[in-house]
Nanobody
Framework: VQLQASGGGLVQAGGSLRLSCAAS????????MAWFRQAPGKEREFVAA????????YYADSVKGRFTIARDNAKNTVYLQMNSPKPEDTAVYYC???????????????WGQGTQVTVSS
């Protein structure tokens, strides 16, 4: 499956931004999806994940209550709604896919190219 992330940019702290990840190549609805991020000088970290049906979602504690992951299987797209972002959310955000929710979080097989998010204070 090929993944294309978009929607990054510059946003003020307390604002909002929505990232999108379009998938192609295989049956999107059969894959669990996740968002990760990597800040300069730091390791890549998990942000959020969603099951193939959308019925289960998981979040990193650092974004819980501020970010929302969602998917539209008809559009082969997963979203990350970022509300009230903070400067520490600045990073390159990557989407990932795998057939199982457990492995999309621990070691996804498919990755997108990343989109830069910069949060100004």
């Amino acid at each position: 499956v090929q993944l294309q992330a978009s929607g990054g940019g510059l946003v003020q702290a307390g604002g909002s931004l929505r990232l999108s990840c379009a998938a192609s190549g295989r049956t999107f609805s059969g894959y669990s999806m996740a968002w990760f991020r990597q800040a300069p000088g730091k390791e890549r970290e998990f942000v959020a994940a969603i099951s193939w049906s959308g019925s289960s979602t998981y979040y990193a504690d650092s974004v819980k209550g501020r970010f929302t992951i969602a998917r539209d299987n008809a559009k082969n797209t997963v979203y990350l709604q970022m509300n009230s972002p903070k400067p520490e959310d600045t990073a390159v955000y990557y989407c990932a896919a795998d057939q199982r929710l457990s492995t999309v979080i621990s070691g996804a097989h498919y990755w997108g190219q990343g989109t830069q998010v910069t949060v100004s204070s």
